[in-house]
């Protein structure tokens, strides 16, 4: 928001907020450690949500199905291995494998990514601050000719400029007083001995 304040000059008033979000990964033993460090630290707490995901389930689903993917991809290479196979039943038998070793992979690498849920917790911090309002003088630009001064705010300023010179001459010739005494006087005395050279 911009207010003039005077002929050429404007406030420029600024509102803002500063906020700012922030995820942490600690491990799960120092979970309670850390809430209470922030704590300490929060001036003002809107809101605290703990949520547990209990992913023991999905942990257990993974490996079953890791067992699973693994014993029939054995069964598939022993088949394939197998004398007297015929060529198509082969390619079948090898991409079935390709698929359950995939699916095998798949479910290794979630279970990975859950072991990592289990031992790690994510805290997510959202944080703020009050807002904060910055006042600031600017030039006023905007169609300069409007702020020109009239004709009695000129002549006063001309007054006001003339009389400031005069008392610097004033000020400055009294500040050179001897000077000007020691002129005078080299003054009389050169002309008192011109006159009395002309005589």
């Known amino acids: 928001q911009t207010t003039?304040?005077?002929?050429?000059?404007?406030?420029?008033?600024?509102?803002?907020?500063?906020?700012n979000s922030m995820t942490l990964r600690v491990p799960n033993s120092s979970l309670d450690?850390?809430?209470?460090?922030?704590?300490?630290?929060i001036e003002h707490l809107d809101?605290?949500?703990v949520k547990a995901d209990d992913v023991g389930l999905q942990l257990l689903s993974n490996s079953l199905l890791q067992q699973r993917n693994g014993t029939h991809?054995?069964?598939?290479?022993?088949?394939i291995d197998r004398p007297g196979n015929k060529l198509d039943a082969m390619r079948a038998?090898?991409?079935?494998?390709l698929q359950r070793q995939e699916q095998e992979d798949n479910a290794r690498v979630s279970g990975m990514s859950l072991n990592d849920?289990?031992?790690?917790?994510?805290?997510?911090?959202?944080?703020y601050q009050r807002e904060t309002v910055r006042k600031e003088l600017v030039?006023?630009?905007?169609?300069?000719?409007?702020?020109?001064?009239?004709?009695?705010?000129?002549?006063a300023d001309a007054l006001q400029s003339?009389?400031?010179?005069?008392?610097?001459?004033?000020?400055?010739?009294?500040?050179?007083?001897?000077?000007?005494?020691?002129?005078?006087?080299?003054?009389?005395?050169?002309?008192?001995?011109?006159?009395?050279?002309?005589?």
Do not use: C, H
């Open 117 to 127: 849920q289990v031992q790690f917790s994510t805290v997510s911090l959202s944080i």
């Open 93 to 97: 038998a090898e991409e079935a494998a």
């Open 162 to 199: 003339g009389w400031l010179l005069l008392e610097a001459v004033i000020l400055f010739l009294v500040r050179i007083w001897s000077v000007i005494l020691v002129l005078a006087a080299v003054f009389i005395v050169y002309r008192r001995r011109f006159k009395l050279g002309l005589r």
């Open 73 to 79: 991809k054995y069964r598939l290479m022993k088949a």
């Open 47 to 49: 809101y605290r949500i």
């Open 4 to 19: 003039a304040v005077s002929q050429d000059s404007s406030l420029e008033t600024t509102s803002y907020v500063v906020t």
């Open 33 to 41: 450690t850390t809430l209470n460090e922030l704590a300490r630290n």
């Open 139 to 155: 030039s006023n630009n905007q169609n300069i000719d409007a702020y020109l001064p009239g004709f009695g705010s000129k002549l």
